[in-house]
């Protein structure tokens, strides 16, 4: 059982069109034609499964996007001019500014921001995941429009990806800054265990697993810091980034995980039982917490059921990846 269902990506602010409705725009311009929008890995070397993926899914330049003058320094909310209207025939990138190191693999975070402008009228539309306005990362893959007009980047690449009209949007043109590749799992500081909670063993990905201690089961919510991250503070009505793993106490079994599919994203204080917010919120972004959530703030008190949960005491291990304040 989830808490909610797993969400699509992300959407972005008003006017901008939300990166989950360009999928199918974007799946529909693939061209398996090798890296063409990203930094493919150095001559004479075997790329990885994961990143030849993401060179095969990246999408070629076209006219259209080519045909883009961008002023501006990559990572900072830049000006697209073209003449209008632009014509976009299909989904098309083009590396304008590559960035260093590794080349991006499937399945990875990234942080990101872009600039939209309406390819009709050359009118911004918007601008997100700058440091006025930050988004939280996505998880990029050949089967979404990050992963396309990427492909296997590395981090500090900047592209312009033109999309196609599509029945509710007009053509459109993203400046689009690929900023960093984002950890899957708390990287904070080690802390003390604290006595009467259960511990966390963890794998080499990170992915942990839960021992109860003996004694009897706790009936009020208990919360430990496990790592201490030194990112910002997460505050109610914050969107955050997390994975996170449930074992309930009456049984012992894990009951749902984000591990093995992907980070999980919500708002702290709506959507969620109250617990899972609360084992967040006042915490800083880059921990892993540990809470044991009673049926009071769990799903609720009754008979013991597994369908629902009803009636039992879950604990949760957390993981804060990212944070992204909730608008002024």
Same mark, same amino acid.
């Given at each position: 059982?989830?808490?909610? &269902?797993? =969400?699509?990506?992300?959407?972005?602010?008003?006017?901008?069109? +939300?990166?989950?409705?360009?999928?199918?725009?974007?799946?529909?311009?693939?061209?398996?034609?090798?890296?063409?929008?990203?930094?493919?890995?150095?001559?004479?070397?075997?790329?990885?499964?994961?990143?030849?993926?993401?060179?095969?899914?990246?999408?070629? =330049?076209?006219?259209?996007?080519?045909?883009?003058?961008?002023?501006?320094?990559?990572?900072? %909310?830049?000006?697209?001019?073209?003449?209008?209207?632009?014509? $976009?025939?299909?989904?098309?990138?083009?590396?304008?500014?590559?960035?260093?190191?590794? /080349?991006?693999?499937?399945? @990875?975070?990234?942080?990101?921001?872009?600039?939209?402008?309406?390819?009709?009228?050359?009118?911004?539309?918007?601008? *997100?995941?700058?440091?006025?306005? &930050?988004?939280?990362?996505?998880?990029?893959?050949?089967?979404?429009? #990050?992963?396309? #007009?990427?492909?296997?980047?590395?981090?500090?690449?900047?592209?312009?990806? %033109?999309?196609?009209?599509?029945?509710?949007?007009?053509?459109?043109?993203?400046?689009?800054?690929?900023?960093?590749?984002? &950890?899957?799992?708390?990287?904070? @500081?080690?802390?003390? =265990?604290?006595?009467?909670?259960?511990?966390?063993?963890?794998?080499?990905?990170?992915?942990?697993?839960?021992?109860?201690?003996?004694?009897?089961? =706790?009936?009020?919510?208990?919360?430990?810091?496990?790592?201490?991250?030194?990112? /910002?503070?997460?505050?109610?009505?914050?969107?955050?980034? !997390?994975?996170?793993?449930? *074992?309930?106490?009456?049984?012992?079994?894990?009951?749902?995980?984000?591990?093995?599919?992907?980070?999980?994203?919500?708002?702290?204080?709506?959507?969620? !039982?109250?617990?899972?917010?609360?084992?967040?919120?006042?915490?800083?972004?880059?921990?892993?917490? #540990?809470?044991?959530? +009673? &049926?009071? $703030? %769990?799903?609720?008190?009754?008979? #013991?059921?597994?369908?629902?949960?009803?009636?039992?005491?879950?604990?949760?291990?957390?993981?804060?990846?990212?944070?992204? /304040?909730?608008?002024?």
């Amino acid at each position: 059982m989830v808490l909610v &269902p797993f =969400p699509s990506l992300r959407g972005l602010p008003v006017r901008v069109r +939300p990166l989950a409705a360009l999928s199918a725009a974007a799946l529909s311009a693939v061209l398996l034609a090798g890296c063409a929008t990203g930094a493919a890995p150095d001559a004479g070397s075997s790329p990885s499964p994961d990143v030849a993926d993401l060179c095969a899914a990246g999408v070629a =330049p076209g006219a259209a996007s080519d045909a883009v003058t961008v002023e501006g320094e990559p990572g900072t %909310a830049s000006t697209a001019t073209f003449d209008i209207p632009l014509e $976009v025939d299909e989904l098309q990138s083009t590396v304008i500014a590559k960035g260093s190191g590794d /080349p991006v693999e499937s399945g @990875q975070l990234v942080s990101y921001a872009l600039t939209a402008f309406n390819a009709e009228t050359g009118e911004q539309l918007g601008s *997100v995941g700058y440091a006025d306005a &930050p988004v939280l990362p996505s998880q990029i893959s050949p089967d979404n429009p #990050i992963g396309q #007009i990427l492909g296997c980047a590395t981090p500090g690449t900047r592209v312009v990806a %033109a999309f196609p009209a599509t029945q509710s949007n007009t053509a459109e043109v993203y400046i689009f800054d690929f900023l960093a590749v984002v &950890p899957d799992n708390a990287t904070g @500081q080690a802390e003390d =265990p604290v006595d009467g909670m259960p511990t966390v063993e963890l794998a080499e990905d990170g992915a942990p697993t839960v021992t109860l201690p003996d004694g009897d089961m =706790p009936t009020e919510f208990k919360k430990a810091t496990l790592k201490k991250g030194d990112g /910002p503070v997460v505050q109610s009505g914050d969107s955050v980034l !997390v994975q996170y793993h449930g *074992v309930s106490w009456n049984s012992g079994e894990v009951f749902d995980q984000s591990w093995g599919k992907q980070p999980w994203s919500f708002t702290v204080g709506s959507g969620v !039982v109250q617990g899972f917010s609360d084992a967040v919120a006042g915490e800083t972004v880059g921990s892993q917490v #540990i809470a044991v959530l +009673p &049926p009071a $703030v %769990a799903y609720g008190e009754g008979e #013991i059921n597994d369908a629902d949960l009803t009636g039992q005491t879950l604990v949760f291990v957390v993981d804060i990846l990212a944070a992204q /304040p909730a608008a002024g």
